[in-house]
């Protein structure tokens, strides 16, 4: 079992930046595939980014060339960097490991931090 705890949301202005963490225990997540998802009021949750072991990256496509994910093996911990944020990217951010090492594994199981709140505004 891996325990995962996100940290590093917080209040920012638009155009700001934040930068994320997930710090994973109780187990290695150096062969898994690891994601970061979010979820707005009123909406359900999605995927925002995804990193697999060897450091290949996919992104939604409304994060793209705003967000980059990335990840420690060695500190057992993913992060992920929010540059040019929105008020639109308000949301609690989660999360995820996979239960392999590909990004498939991260949409049918693995286990979810208990999330950070993000809130862009003015």
């Known amino acids: 079992q891996v325990q995962l705890v996100e940290s590093g949301g917080g209040l920012v202005q638009p155009g700001g930046s934040l930068r994320l963490s997930c710090a994973a225990s109780?187990?290695?997540?150096?062969?898994?595939?690891m994601g970061w998802y979010r979820q707005a009021p009123g909406k359900q949750r999605e995927s925002v980014a995804r990193?697999?072991?060897?450091?290949?990256?996919n992104y939604a496509n409304f994060v793209k060339g705003r967000f980059t994910i990335s990840r420690d093996n060695a500190k057992n911990t993913v992060y992920l960097q929010m540059n040019s944020l929105r008020p639109e990217d308000t949301a609690v951010y989660y999360c995820?490991?996979?239960?392999?090492?590909?990004?498939?594994?991260?949409?049918?199981?693995?286990?979810w931090g208990q999330g950070t709140q993000v809130t862009v505004s003015s």
């Open positions: 109780g187990s290695s997540i150096s062969n898994y595939a």
């Open positions: 995820k490991s996979g239960n392999s090492n590909t990004f498939g594994s991260l949409e049918t199981g693995g286990y």
């Open positions: 990193i697999v072991y060897n450091g290949v990256t």
